[in-house]
């Protein structure tokens, strides 16, 4: 049942067609890849069709270092 839950978007889960839900479930497929998942799972509890659609959310490497930050030179 558990497994079932989290495949399913979270629009349907909770009946929030608005765009709060999508805010949402961008959110939740953003922590699961930055927290190890895989993108293919994170894609399928988005309902996402293709991968490609959830690589939009994959923020792993959007962090930057204090030595990146420091070669900026601001």
Do not use: C, W
Not at 8 to 24: E, K, M, N, Q, Y
Not at 30 to 40: A, D, H, P, Q, T
Request: glycine share 6%; hydrophobic share 40%; charged share 20%.
């Amino acid at each position: 049942m558990a497994a079932l839950l989290n495949a399913l978007p979270v629009r349907l889960l909770t009946g929030i067609s608005s765009p709060f839900a999508t805010v949402i479930e961008q959110y939740s497929a953003s922590f699961y890849l930055k927290n190890g998942g895989s993108l293919e799972k994170a894609a399928a509890m988005a309902n996402h069709s293709s991968t490609r659609t959830t690589q939009l959310y994959d923020r792993r490497h959007d962090e930057m270092t204090l030595d990146e930050v420091e070669k900026i030179g601001i």
